[in-house]
Each structure stands twice: as C-alpha cells, then as structure tokens.
RNA sequence: CGGGGCGUAGCGCAGACCGGUAGCGCACCUGAAUGGGGUUCAGGAGGUCGCUGGUUCAAAUCCAGUCGCCCCGACCA
C-alpha cells in the first residue's frame, strides 16, 4: 500500500514535480532568498556527472575555460539596444560597497557576453588573434517573476561560451558546432531526445542575429527549451569594439557566438523519465548506479556471509562500471520493501538483491528501476551483467522518451485545426509557418501555444498555416515552460 | 506588476465565527512482533501559532499595520 508522498502526475503535474525534487532529495527551495534553490547532495551529483561530460566535449572542440567577474559595470549591459531591453528588467543591482554608495552600480551577471565582449575588444587586435574560444562555468543571476525549482531559479548555475571569429561562415559554423555538441550529450548521456532547431523571431536571445535550440518534451507534453546557441552577428562588435585587422589590411568587426546549458537540464531529466514512485534517472547522469540490498533476517549470515560476500561483488561490479558507483545498503533494521522504495524513489537505475535464495543458487537479483523487471544473473557473470542490464536502461529510457515525443506530435494546415488538436490532445504542433513576430504574439494570445523552433533536419516547405504565405518552412509550436 | 489563496511541529493540516494558554496524520527516536515492492502495535521527543503594535484579567483566536510564500496570468535558460 504505496504512502501518498508522490502526487501522482494525473493529479497535479506541478505537484508531482515538486514532490519528486524533495523525495529524491534533489533540493529545495533557499525560502530565505527569493527565488534561490540549495542543490543537495544527490542533485549535485547529477550536475557533477553532466558537467563532467560536457566539459570534456567542450574541451575537445577546442575551447579553454576562463573566469569572468560575477559583478559588470551597469553601463556595460546598457550598451547594445536589444541586450538592455531584455535583460534590464531581471539583472539585481549592486549600489553599495564597503559602506559607501558606488560611483556607478554593478548588475551582477545575468549572462555575460557584455563584459566578456569588453574584454576581447582589448584581447583581439589581428586575425592572428582569432578565433576566440573560451567558456566559463559559473553561476548567473536573473530576477524572473515566476520561480520554479531547476527550470527558472533566481540563481542558476551553467556554462556560457563566448567565442569570436573573423568571418561570419565560421562564426555560423561554430555556432551549430555546440548546438550539435548539446544535442548530442542530451541523446548519449542524459537520454533525452531533443529537437535541434532555430528560434524564430519572437523567441531569439535579445542581441542575437539567430538563435538555435534544444527543445525537448516533456512528459506532460509541454516544450521545455534545453540548451541555446547565438549567432550573434556583429552587434556584439559594434558595442564593444571587438575589432581586428585582417589580412588584406582592412580593419573589421569581429563576429561572435555564445552558447549555454544550465542546471535546468536536471528539471527535464525529472520532466521527462521519472514516473509516480519517483525519480528515474538515466545510468550515465545517475551518480549511484546500482544499489546492492543484502538480505535477510538472521543477523548471523549477514555478518558471516552476506555482507563480506556484497562487499566482493560490490568490488567485482565497481571495476566494471566505475568507482564508487555501487551503493550497499545495510540498512537492516528496515524491512526489505521499505529499502526498496527508498532507492526506487530516488531513480537509482538498478538494484541488486543477495539474500539467502541466491546465495543457494549462486545468483544475483537484478530489478531494473525503468521497467520493474527482474533478472537472476549467475553470480560470476554478474558485473558484466550489470554493465549490460545499465545499457539496456539507459537505450530504454531515450526510446521511451522519443515514442513519446513522436505519437504527441501532429501536424495541421489551419488555425481551426491548430487548436483543436492543441486543445484535445496537446504536444507538439508541426506546421509550415511564415508569420511575423506579431503573427507569433497572436496565435500565442489565442492558443497559448510558442513557436518553438524550426526544425533544422526538416528542409520541406509549404503554405503557412496562418498567413497562407507558400514556401514557407516547417515550425513546432507547444505550450512551454 | 494584475487576479486569487495561505502563513500553527520537518512536511501536510485542524483549531479562529462563539478569546481561557495547542491538536491530528506522515516523518523522526525507543521497544516488540514482522520481513524479497511503502507492516503493525506500544511508548516518546518535537511548536515564543510569520512579525510588530493595540484591545483584554487573559490573544493562535478580536482590531490595525507589516513581512513573506504559493497558485493563475504577463516575463524568461
């Protein structure tokens, strides 16, 4: 008889979200600071796997970490005309330091292209000073109305890379360069099948010629906006003076890109695997991987056999799928279901049972956390095993997440039918679409419904569903966090 | 910032209309039985009732002010 601590989804989507962060031990909300979240330790974890990853790739795609102040110079923000409309009425002020009133306020940085563009206009005199490649991982702050644990906090942590090139083709370049380095460890690593596209007017980065996106779904059918990459042309530049001499001696602009990902990807890992007994986490982001439950009720055995036998196989496994990965639980004064619950609760993908039944067979008890199944696997073969069973887990959860993408998208040719499929069965609407930002502002007055990119794979084209237009592209519109 | 709601134990709530010094469920601690997908019983610990002021012999309760949070919108990684 399951305890009522996890709203079920069909109840309340919201609640069941937030249920599932606190008894997965994920965060909770900082209450004393508005808005703010405390990362526990499991939810750190998390972030600790994914940046781990991500680093790595970002690495190998040629760029350098660097650290840029938390606090810019007020006027910096002002300076380019979209940036400042975008961002002035969410960035906090510094007005007072060290017991005096500052000459000119700080905002602290609601992302950083503004005073890292100040700098590369200092870095970059020639063409031999470019590309540009660096990233910083660092947290950012933005005073957003409606906070919402992972998805919108106050204060977030994430990575933002800046880069500046000499030609617009390799700033371009480059900028689908990371949306494909993010697609790709949203797919291998975080199992999330995403939707790699580009923004449309409405939806763009304030000061970005073009932005690119990850737009997942999530399991409520809703969009959720996974990672970003702007083009952001020269207006960068023209703000800061980022200019060099090129080859044939002409003194020119530089062109620059900027590209992140935030701790919001835990909120769509939860959005999008777990289910109502709790979280559900993806083998290669989940810091524990497998949980090891010796069992039994005689003390004795326990202590003379079970434990020192766990503690070998729990050796033997490690070796396999890497260290400090296995979690034995010995908590024995609960019973056997209720240390079950605890770690299905908290999405450790695979759990191991040894009691008395296997050690007379010589077995393991594998019981995958995605699928409830259970597999006795010869104790000798069982590190292989489980190095298998977590592949399986983590192809399982991706194709799960994709059938559910795929059968909760539709397509439609006019506005009546658009909200009615929006309306009756929700997801993503395809549709060709060539509207204007005011054509965007409208239909989402009337369906509550964003464009959320264009899909880049999809080259067809067709009359726009709402202006009739011919030739236009396809476009993806959903309601969205 | 507009509309609604709420602040009482870690969490979820009752008590308030009709002032008399705080209670329930879950979680937590102890013990017993139980034990392979959320067990049962017994005992126990835990609260300046958001804050400030007022009325009163007496305020969680009445009055005034104030702070904060949540939900729905507008805004957003």
Same mark, same amino acid.
């Given at each position: 008889?399951?305890?009522?601590?996890?709203?079920?989804?069909?109840?309340?989507?919201?609640?069941?979200?937030?249920?599932?962060?606190?008894?997965?031990?994920?965060?909770?909300?900082?209450?004393?600071? =508005?808005?703010?979240?405390?990362?526990?330790?499991?939810?750190?974890?998390?972030?600790?796997?994914?940046?781990?990853?991500?680093?790595?790739?970002?690495?190998?795609?040629? @760029?350098?970490?660097?650290?840029?102040?938390?606090?810019?110079?007020?006027?910096?923000?002002?300076?380019?005309?979209?940036?400042?409309?975008?961002?002035?009425?969410?960035?906090?002020?510094?007005?007072?330091?060290?017991?005096?009133?500052?000459?000119?306020?700080?905002?602290?940085?609601?992302?950083?292209?503004?005073?890292?563009?100040?700098?590369?206009?200092?870095?970059?005199?020639?063409?031999?000073?470019?590309?540009?490649?660096?990233?910083?991982?660092?947290?950012?702050?933005?005073?957003?109305?409606?906070?919402?644990?992972?998805? =919108?906090?106050?204060?977030?942590?994430?990575?933002?890379?800046?880069?500046? @090139?000499?030609?617009?083709?390799? %700033?371009? $370049?480059?900028?689908?360069?990371?949306?494909?380095?993010?697609?790709?460890?949203?797919?291998?690593?975080?199992?999330?099948?995403?939707?790699?596209?580009?923004?449309?007017?409405? $939806?763009?980065?304030?000061?970005?010629?073009?932005?690119?996106?990850?737009?997942?779904?999530?399991?409520?059918?809703?969009?959720?906006?996974?990672?970003?990459?702007?083009?952001?042309?020269?207006?960068?530049?023209?703000?800061?003076?980022?200019?060099?001499?090129?080859?044939?001696?002409?003194?020119?602009?530089?062109?620059?890109?900027?590209?992140?990902?935030?701790?919001?990807?835990? +909120?769509?890992?939860?959005?999008? @695997?777990?289910?109502?007994?709790? !979280?559900?986490?993806?083998?290669?982001?989940?810091?524990?991987?497998?949980?090891? !439950?010796?069992?039994?009720?005689?003390?004795?055995?326990?202590?003379?056999?079970?434990?020192?036998?766990?503690?070998?196989?729990? %050796?033997?496994?490690?070796?396999?799928?890497?260290?400090?990965?296995? $979690?034995?639980?010995?908590?024995?004064?609960?019973?056997?279901?209720?240390?079950?619950?605890? @770690?299905?609760?908290?999405?450790?993908?695979?759990? %191991?049972?040894?009691?008395?039944?296997?050690? %007379?067979?010589?077995?393991?008890?594998?019981?995958?956390?995605?699928?409830?199944?259970?597999?006795?696997?010869?104790?000798?073969?069982?590190?292989?095993?489980?190095?298998?069973?977590?592949?399986?887990?983590?192809?399982?959860?991706? =194709?799960?997440?994709?059938?559910?993408?795929?059968?909760?998208?539709?397509?439609?040719?006019?506005?009546?039918?658009?909200?009615?499929? !929006?309306?009756?069965? +929700?997801?993503?609407?395809?549709?060709?679409?060539? +509207?204007?930002? $005011?054509?965007?502002?409208?239909?989402?007055?009337?369906?509550?419904?964003?464009?959320?990119?264009?899909?880049?794979?999809?080259?067809?084209?067709?009359?726009?569903?709402?202006?009739?237009?011919?030739?236009?592209?396809?476009?993806?519109?959903?309601?969205?966090?």
């Amino acid at each position: 008889m399951p305890k009522d601590v996890i709203t079920p989804r069909a109840t309340d989507y919201n609640q069941w979200y937030l249920d599932i962060v606190r008894e997965a031990d994920l965060a909770e909300p900082a209450e004393v600071v =508005r808005g703010c979240i405390v990362v526990k330790a499991t939810g750190w974890g998390i972030w600790e796997m994914m940046q781990r990853e991500l680093d790595q790739r970002i690495k190998a795609t040629g @760029h350098a970490n660097v650290q840029f102040p938390l606090l810019i110079p007020k006027s910096f923000i002002m300076k380019e005309a979209e940036h400042v409309e975008g961002f002035a009425p969410e960035v906090a002020e510094v007005t007072r330091a060290g017991g005096e009133d500052l000459t000119e306020p700080y905002v602290i940085r609601p992302t950083s292209e503004t005073i890292i563009g100040h700098f590369y206009s200092r870095w970059i005199r020639s063409y031999r000073d470019l590309p540009l490649l660096y990233n910083q991982w660092c947290n950012v702050m933005r005073w957003e109305k409606r906070p919402r644990l992972f998805l =919108r906090t106050s204060e977030f942590l994430w990575q933002e890379g800046h880069t500046a @090139h000499a030609t617009r083709e390799e %700033a371009m $370049e480059e900028t689908i360069r990371m949306l494909n380095v993010y697609e790709r460890i949203m797919k291998d690593v975080l199992a999330l099948p995403v939707v790699p596209g580009e923004k449309s007017e409405g $939806e763009r980065f304030p000061g970005a010629d073009n932005t690119f996106t990850c737009e997942a779904m999530m399991s409520d059918k809703k969009a959720l906006q996974a990672g970003t990459s702007h083009f952001l042309g020269q207006n960068f530049a023209k703000a800061f003076d980022i200019k060099f001499q090129d080859r044939d001696g002409e003194v020119r602009y530089a062109w620059t890109t900027s590209w992140g990902v935030s701790t919001r990807l835990i +909120g769509a890992l939860i959005m999008t @695997h777990s289910d109502d007994d709790g !979280l559900i986490l993806p083998p290669k982001v989940a810091p524990v991987k497998l949980a090891l !439950l010796p069992i039994s009720t005689d003390q004795d055995l326990i202590s003379s056999t079970l434990e020192p036998k766990a503690e070998e196989i729990k %050796a033997a496994i490690e070796a396999v799928i890497g260290r400090r990965t296995v $979690e034995l639980d010995t908590r024995y004064h609960l019973r056997p279901s209720d240390r079950f619950f605890h @770690h299905l609760q908290r999405g450790v993908p695979l759990r %191991a049972e040894l009691g008395e039944k296997e050690l %007379a067979n010589q077995t393991l008890r594998l019981v995958r956390r995605d699928t409830g199944e259970r597999i006795d696997v010869p104790m000798e073969e069982a590190p292989r095993r489980v190095l298998e069973v977590l592949e399986q887990v983590q192809e399982n959860l991706y =194709r799960r997440a994709l059938d559910f993408r795929l059968s909760n998208t539709f397509e439609v040719s006019s506005m009546d039918e658009f909200k009615e499929v !929006l309306d009756s069965k +929700g997801g993503f609407i395809s549709a060709f679409f060539g +509207g204007t930002k $005011e054509d965007e502002r409208a239909i989402k007055e009337a369906t509550g419904a964003t464009v959320r990119c264009f899909p880049l794979e999809d080259h067809s084209t067709g009359t726009c569903f709402y202006t009739g237009r011919q030739g236009c592209k396809r476009a993806i519109f959903a309601k969205a966090y």
